[in-house]
C-alpha cells in the first residue's frame, strides 16, 4: 500500500487547464520533493493532496482510501505553509495544542505529544512565549511542531524555507532532514528551489506547465534527465547547452554538459573562446567563456582560477559526460562522444 497514490489528476480553471495527467505514487517514509518553476502547478498539486482544492478529474488516495471530496480535516495530513501562520496573541504551547484541543485530545496527551515535539525541535525554553518574541527560525519551527503532534499519515510542506535568509535556511533544512530520520514519516515538499531538491529528497518530482516531467532520485535526475527541461532546470550552475557544429557532429539537434564535466586544454580543444566573466567560490571558480560559433559556457576549475578576463581558452569534454537531445527535448544517444 503506498502512502499516497495520484491517478491521472487533473485540474482547470474554466478553459485553463493547470494540471494535466499527474501520476505519483509516493512510499511510506519517502521524503519526496515537487519541484518546478513558478506557475508549473506544483502549489496546486500540493494543495489538492491535502483538500484546499478539488482536481478535476482522476483520483487520490492517501494509506489506500480514496480522498475524493474528502474535507481536509479528515485526510490525515499536517501541512505547513510558506507563512507561519500563527496565531499572535497564544503562546507557542496553545498554538501547538489548539487543534489537538479542538479534536477533543485528553489534556495529559496534549502535554505528552507538545512535550515531545518540543524537545525533538530544541522548543521547550520558548513555549511561553507568543510568536513576536521568537525568530524566523523558531516560529517555522513551531509551525512544524504544531504538525507533528497531530501525528498525521502525510506531512505536507509548501516553499516552507522561502522566508528564512540564507544561513538559517541551510540550518533549517538540515534540521528537516534530521526530523525525517527522526519520525520516519512520510513527507511532500514543494519548492522552487533545486537546491533545497537535491539536498533534502529520497525522490524528486520535476514539474513544467502541468505536468510531471521526471520523477527519480537527485542522483538519476541530475546524471540521467529524460529532457532538456530537466536537464536545465537540475544544477548549479546550470548545464551548458550547445546548437552547433558540435552537436551536428554528435547527431543530435543539442548536446549538453555540466561545467564540472569541461576541462581547460591547450591540445585539440573541441571549443575555443574568450574568458568574459569569472567567479572565485573559494573552493571552486567558474569561468564564463564565450565562444565563436556556441555562445557561452561554463566551466569549473578546482581552487582559485589563474586566469584573467580576456584570456583565450580551449575546452572539451570528459569522456562519457556529453548528453543529446533531439529537436524536441528528449534525451537521445549520441552517434559519437566529443
Not at 237 to 247: C, Q
Amino acid at each position: 500500500m503506498h502512502a499516497l497514490e495520484i491517478q491521472n489528476v487533473a485540474k482547470a480553471y474554466g478553459k485553463n487547464d493547470v494540471l494535466s495527467g499527474i501520476d505519483l505514487r509516493v512510499d511510506k517514509g519517502e521524503f519526496v520533493v515537487i519541484v518546478g518553476p513558478s506557475g508549473c502547478g506544483k502549489s496546486t498539486l500540493l494543495r489538492i493532496i491535502a483538500g484546499l482544492d478539488e482536481h478535476t478529474s482522476g483520483h487520490l488516495r492517501i494509506a489506500g482510501a480514496l480522498m475524493d471530496g474528502v474535507p481536509p480535516s479528515r485526510r490525515g495530513i499536517g501541512m505547513v505553509f510558506q507563512s507561519y501562520a500563527l496565531y499572535p496573541h497564544l503562546n507557542v504551547f496553545d498554538n501547538m495544542s489548539l487543534a489537538l484541543k479542538r479534536e477533543g485530545v485528553p489534556k495529559a496527551e496534549i502535554r505528552q505529544r507538545i512535550d515531545a515535539a518540543a524537545t525533538m525541535l530544541a522548543l521547550g525554553p520558548l513555549l511561553e512565549r507568543r510568536p513576536a518574541q521568537l525568530s524566523g527560525g523558531q516560529r517555522q519551527r513551531v509551525a512544524i511542531g504544531r504538525a507533528i503532534v497531530r501525528q498525521p499519515k502525510l506531512f505536507l510542506f509548501d516553499e516552507p524555507l522561502s522566508n528564512l535568509d540564507a544561513e538559517l535556511r541551510v540550518h533549517t533544512r538540515l534540521e528537516l532532514a534530521q526530523l525525517h530520520r527522526t519520525l520516519g514519516a512520510t513527507m511532500i515538499y514543494v519548492t522552487h528551489d533545486q537546491i533545497e531538491a537535491m539536498t533534502l529528497a529520497d525522490k524528486i518530482v520535476v514539474m513544467h506547465a502541468g505536468k510531471v516531467q521526471q520523477v527519480g532520485t537527485p542522483h538519476e535526475l541530475y546524471n540521467a534527465p529524460v529532457n532538456l527541461f530537466v536537464a536545465k532546470f537540475i544544477g548549479s550552475p546550470t548545464m551548458n547547452i550547445v546548437h552547433g557544429v558540435a552537436a551536428q557532429q554528435a547527431g543530435v539537434a543539442t548536446i549538453g554538459v555540466r561545467p564540472e564535466h569541461l576541462c581547460l586544454t591547450e591540445e585539440a580543444p573541441v571549443w575555443s573562446g574568450t574568458v568574459r566573466h569569472r567567479e572565485y567560490l573559494g573552493s571552486d571558480s567558474y569561468l564564463f567563456v564565450t565562444t565563436a560559433g556556441d555562445g557561452e559556457l561554463c566551466v569549473r576549475v578546482e581552487g582559485e582560477s589563474r586566469h584573467a578576463i580576456g584570456d583565450r581558452v580551449g575546452l572539451a569534454p570528459m569522456p562519457g559526460k556529453l548528453l543529446g537531445f533531439d529537436g524536441d527535448g528528449l534525451r537521445q544517444p549520441l552517434a559519437q562522444a566529443g
